[in-house]
C-alpha cells in the first residue's frame, strides 16, 4: 500500500489547511486511520485517529482546532488544520494497518510563520 500525503505548506498563524492522504488501496476495511507529526531531532507524535464509523480522538494540543475525516469512496483521509500555531510547524504524516502491516505516508511540511 503506498500513502501520498499532500496539502502542506507556509501559512500565517491563525490560518487553515487541509491534508489529505490518499492510499493506493482500498480503505473501506481499514479500521483506523491515524495522522502524526514530527519536528526535526524530536520524536514523531501522534495527532489524530479516523475510526472506521468516522468516529476521532486527538492530542490535546490540537483538540478543538484540527478535524480528522475520511472518504472510503475515494481512498483518501484528510486533516484539517484551523488556528494554526507556530508551534504545529512540523512534517504530517499519515499512517494506516492494512492486512497486518504498517504503513506510513511520506510526510507533508507544514509551516506557520508570520
Known amino acids: 500500500v503506498q500513502l501520498q500525503a499532500s496539502g502542506g505548506g507556509l501559512v500565517q498563524p491563525g490560518g487553515s489547511l487541509t491534508l489529505s492522504c490518499v492510499a493506493s488501496?482500498?480503505?473501506?476495511?481499514?479500521?483506523?486511520m491515524y495522522w502524526y507529526r514530527q519536528v526535526p531531532g524530536k520524536q514523531r507524535d501522534w495527532v489524530a485517529s479516523i475510526g472506521s464509523d468516522g468516529s476521532t480522538a486527538y492530542a490535546d494540543s490540537v483538540k478543538g482546532r484540527f478535524t480528522g475525516s475520511r472518504d472510503n469512496a475515494k481512498n483518501t483521509m484528510y486533516l484539517q488544520m484551523n488556528s494554526l500555531k507556530p508551534e504545529d510547524t512540523a512534517v504530517y504524516y499519515c499512517?494506516?494497518?492494512?492486512?497486518?502491516?504498517?504503513?506510513w505516508g511520506q510526510g507533508t511540511q507544514v509551516t506557520v510563520s508570520s
Open positions: 488501496e482500498s480503505i473501506s476495511s481499514v479500521t483506523a
Open positions: 499512517r494506516l494497518r492494512f492486512a497486518a502491516t504498517w504503513y
